[in-house]
């Protein structure tokens, strides 16, 4: 974002903006009240294209499954895999210094129900999906469950959570926050910024995630006061991330594997699939189909040229989404490809086979240690945003990375300021084919740039955690 850009933000006076968010959310009230039914019906629809839990989709109207225990409790809420994966180191060290204090997490989607749940320690609720912000799944939420704290992940300004809590003297804290540049003009439009000013008035307390996040908050007035900065959570995923173990499959892989020219492609990161219109739903299979254009063009092109000096490469393809990794071999394959894939426990049994295809659900952090080289998607094109790179950075690969890293710019800039060959930035297929082969080639210059992913890595995760768990203890839970 440049400055004109970071400026502006249009100013109203206290008073004239309070009344006039106050009528703004009145207006989204009535409207999310009279749009229920309709949002039922969706749910319903949802459920049956699996985006919803088949049994618990209830829930998501606020209805509990579980009994709450007696005494006080914080509801940490994250939308999907990535945000609540950031949730998990600051919910352990709240559990290793409240005991007393019962955690309920909710997320919003499946695939980040089911591979959370298995990350939160003993005795931390992870049993409900977050309710709609309508007002009657709210209130029910908030009636049945009664939190002591609301911790909210990233980027969920829901108008109806924020006031309700807000009236029930519920403190509200806003964790890792980040707003993109389209939703930072959004909410800086004249109609929505006096709404945005009144719900972020309502924080205790609001920790960016960069120095440039910051700004947005302040230009959308958030109370100065509550803005207070820790560092990126996201560094911290993989210091507290449980591992099941290698499994013997990826060891046999890796072995086998050895003596090859090995680079993985964690091709797309888009959060989850997500629909909350018919717009959005057809948006969202237009980004699927760009994803396999990036691997079926970009990857797999690079791949190609890699063959041509270095016959004994291999590629591992890492979809974000496991059904879409099916797609892409499916395409693969009719492109006259031989391809590999995991779910069938597909072997690189001929040499002719060098693509291997990861379409199962949360094995990336294991794959990151099976390839020297990380080439992190999602960042070719500019209709994508890019994905998390201290994952593969801690596992010590050589990070690649495209131009179009939307949010994660901020992690760009501080891995490179630390150490220039902590991280290459590639505009091109070309660049990227230059870059690769650059590192099979030379053992030395591959050695030094893993060794300054993970110093790098190393050295900005640290003490974030303990300068979270300052905040909240200092600014949320104090007195609890």
């Known amino acids: 974002m440049n400055r004109a850009e970071q400026t502006s933000a249009p100013s109203l006076s206290g008073g004239c903006a309070m009344e006039l968010g106050v009528l703004v959310y009145r207006l989204y009230r009535a409207l999310t009240y009279s749009a229920s039914p309709f949002l039922h019906l969706h749910m319903r629809w949802r459920r049956l294209r699996g985006l919803e839990h088949s049994r618990r989709w209830p829930e998501r109207f606020g209805h509990p499954s579980a009994v709450r ?18 949730a998990i180191p600051v919910i352990r060290r709240c559990n290793e210094m409240k005991p007393e204090m019962t955690i309920l997490m909710t997320t919003t989607t499946v695939s980040a129900f089911e591979v959370i749940k298995k990350q939160l320690p003993v005795g931390v609720l992870h049993q409900q999906f977050a309710p709609l912000d309508t007002p009657v799944a709210i209130d029910r939420f908030l009636g049945y469950w009664k939190p ?53 008035s309502k924080f205790s307390l609001i920790v960016p ?62 959060g989850e699939e997500e629909g909350t219109n018919y717009l959005l739903f057809f948006f969202l299979m237009y980004l699927t189909k760009l994803m396999i254009k990036v691997v079926c063009t970009v990857i797999l092109g690079v791949h190609n040229l890699l063959l041509q000096s270095h016959p004994d490469s291999v590629v591992i393809i890492v979809p974000r989404h496991p059904h879409h990794g099916h797609q892409i071999a499916q395409k693969l394959r009719n492109d006259g490809q031989s391809v590999a894939l995991r779910s069938r426990n597909e072997k690189l049994t001929s040499k002719k086979t060098n693509i291997y295809v990861v379409d199962t659900l949360g094995e990336l952090r294991e794959f990151y240690g099976v390839a020297p080289v990380a080439v992190i998607g999602g960042s070719f094109f500019p209709e994508l945003t890019g994905h998390n790179l201290s994952e593969a950075a801690a596992a010590g690969c050589a990070v690649i990375t495209g131009c179009h890293v939307g949010h994660f710019s901020h992690m760009v800039k501080a891995m ?39 110093e790098v890595y190393e050295s900005l995760s640290s003490c974030i955690i303990s300068n979270v768990w300052n905040l909240l203890n200092l600014h949320i839970f104090r007195g609890k």
């Not at 806003?174 to 709404?195: H, Q, V």
């Not at 006061?225 to 507290?240: A, E, H, Q, R, T």
């Open 69 to 86: 225990p007696p005494g006080p409790l914080v509801w940490f809420h994250a939308v999907s895999l990535g945000e609540g994966m950031a």
């Open 148 to 200: 002591n704290a609301i911790v909210i992940m990233e980027n969920e300004l829901w108008p109806n959570l924020i006031m309700s809590a807000s009236q029930l003297r519920i403190p509200l804290a806003l964790l890792n926050a980040r707003m993109s540049t389209k939703s930072f003009k959004r909410w800086s439009s004249p109609l929505l910024l006096p709404l945005a000013s009144l719900l972020l």
């Open 209 to 270: 995630l960069s120095t440039l996040q910051g700004i947005h908050y302040q230009l959308l007035q958030a109370p100065p006061f509550v803005i207070n900065f820790s560092g990126d959570l996201k560094y911290v995923v993989n210091k507290f991330y449980v591992s099941s173990g290698t499994s013997e499959s990826i060891r046999d892989l890796k072995a086998e594997l050895s003596e090859m020219k090995v680079w993985i492609a964690s091709s797309l990161h888009r």
């Open 416 to 454: 490179q300021q630390e150490n220039p060959l902590s991280i290459t930035q590639v505009s091109s297929e070309l660049e990227l084919k230059e870059a690769v082969e650059l590192l099979m080639s030379n053992p030395e210059i591959l050695e030094a740039r893993q060794r300054a992913s993970k």
